[in-house]
Nanobody, 124 residues
Framework: QVQLVESGGGLVQAGGSLRLSCAAS????????MGWFRQAPGKEREFVAT????????AYVDSVKGRFTISRDNAKNTVYLQMNSLKPEDTAVYYC?????????????????WGQGTQVTVSS
């Protein structure tokens, strides 16, 4: 069983930046598609970004395009989410998720394991 541990969340002012990290405990991380999702209070969990096993293909929800960047370091079993120009509406718990397949995916149900989440709060 692969365990995912997120870190890097916190409180930041609007316009600021944060970098989230997601470390996989073990397993064949390099062949796994990975994704980031978020859940704001009172709302459903939503897709944010995804990346394939090699890092060569990425996808983003429209609301974060041009501001967020997903990347990965397979040698460190870690996936990142660089978040710039943060807005109050980005406030949420951010979750890292992994697939047993190589390709990323935008759908929650396509992911096989999840981290516990890290809180991101953006003040206005």
């Amino acid at each position: 069983q692969v365990q995912l541990v997120e870190s890097g969340g916190g409180l930041v002012q609007a316009g600021g930046s944060l970098r989230l990290s997601c470390a996989a405990s073990r397993g064949t991380f390099s062949v796994n598609g990975m994704g980031w999702f978020r859940q704001a209070p009172g709302k459903e969990r939503e897709f944010v970004a995804t990346i394939n096993s090699s890092g060569g293909e990425t996808a983003y929800v429209d609301s974060v395009k041009g501001r967020f960047t997903i990347s990965r370091d397979n040698a460190k079993n870690t996936v990142y989410l660089q978040m710039n120009s943060l807005k109050p509406e980005d406030t949420a718990v951010y979750y890292c998720a992994g697939r047993i397949k190589r390709f990323g995916n935008i759908f929650i149900e396509k992911y096989d394991y999840w981290g516990q989440g890290t809180q991101v709060t953006v003040s206005s």
